[in-house]
């Protein structure tokens, strides 16, 4: 009996190993199978995601950062426009080639060419109007992107100040004390001062703010326009009472909005020079009758009116 449970004991052993032996060896083969697995499908999922529409890489952008679209430039000052770019190497033009990654910057006013750039930062001196200024991204040989990168701003320039109120006010006129507003001649000068408005000569093309010139009128009626700070003189008066008008108008000559003007009246009272001429000669026909008259009646007058006499028979005799 004891020989015979040994020996099943020892069978039973036996395929316990084998047992033991077998599963270790599939689990093993099972976990390399599924590393392989996972490292291929992360190898496929790489490739399909650089490949797919969505993935991409940057896009360059250009963005103007000063001045504000709409912005008023005063004072005749240049436009200094300040841009940045981004996912683009900006080279000076000429040094590179044909690169969508790469390049400068083209610059147009109003659509025309003006300046090719790779610094960040531009001045523009523009005229009195109103401008569009585009900025585009190109590349070293001038062609433009694709997709095209651009922007673009409006600005106004003046020769004015880019913010303030226009004023206009009559400072001086030729005006007789003591007596008010009395003109004793007829000639008069006015004199006047502008604040926050420039003046400049009519017919520059386009209206601007802050800018223009000024519209002279006398009794209501348009004399001139003067476009520099002088005296404005005015001659030959009738006499009476008279007013003068000065107006702040644009470039094209209508009144600014609200309207800038300033008055003064003032009457002309002219006295007349009197001609003494034909006085003076009758005054002298005058004197000499009576010179002649009292030499001709005193004691010597009368001997040499009497010699004369003498002499004037004597040689018609």
């Known amino acids: 009996m004891t020989p015979r449970f040994n020996i099943e004991a020892g069978s039973s052993l036996e395929r316990n190993a084998e047992e033991c032996a077998i599963e270790p060896s599939g689990r093993t083969t099972f976990s390399m199978r599924a590393a392989v697995l996972v490292l291929v499908c992360a190898l496929l999922a790489l490739v399909l995601g650089l490949s797919a529409p969505g993935v991409r890489a940057a896009v360059p952008t250009l963005t103007i950062v000063s001045p504000a679209d709409h912005a008023v430039i005063g004072n005749g000052t240049p436009v200094s426009v300040i841009f940045v770019v981004s996912d683009f190497n900006l080279t000076p033009p000429g040094t590179g080639g044909p690169s969508p990654t790469e390049g400068h910057v083209a610059v147009y006013v109003d659509g025309v060419l003006t300046i090719a750039t790779s610094q960040e930062t531009i001045e523009l001196p523009l005229a009195s109007g109103t401008y569009t200024i585009l900025l585009r991204l190109v590349s070293d040989n001038g062609t433009s992107l694709s997709p095209d990168v651009m922007s673009s701003i409006s600005v106004t320039v003046t020769q004015g100040p880019a913010v303030g109120t226009p004023r206009i006010h009559i400072t001086y006129v030729e005006i007789t004390n003591p007596t008010p507003g009395l003109v004793l001649g ?128 004597r040689k018609n005799a």
């Open 186 to 313: 007829r000639d008069v000068t006015i004199s006047f001062n502008v604040t926050d408005f420039a003046l400049v000569p009519p017919g520059r093309g386009e209206v601007v703010p802050n800018e223009g010139h000024v519209a002279v009128f006398l009794d209501k009626v348009y004399v001139m326009a003067v476009m520099a700070f002088r005296p404005i003189p005015f001659s030959d008066l009738t006499d009476g009472a008279h007013t003068v008008t000065v107006q702040l108008v644009d470039d094209a000559g209508r009144p600014l909005i609200p309207d800038q003007n300033d008055s003064v009246t003032f009457r002309i009272q002219f006295a007349a020079i009197v001609d003494i001429n034909p006085y003076v000669q009758i005054t002298q026909v005058i004197l000499a009758g009576a010179i002649f008259f009292v030499l001709f009646y005193r004691g010597w007058g009368h001997k040499l009116f009497a010699t004369l006499s003498a002499r004037i028979r």
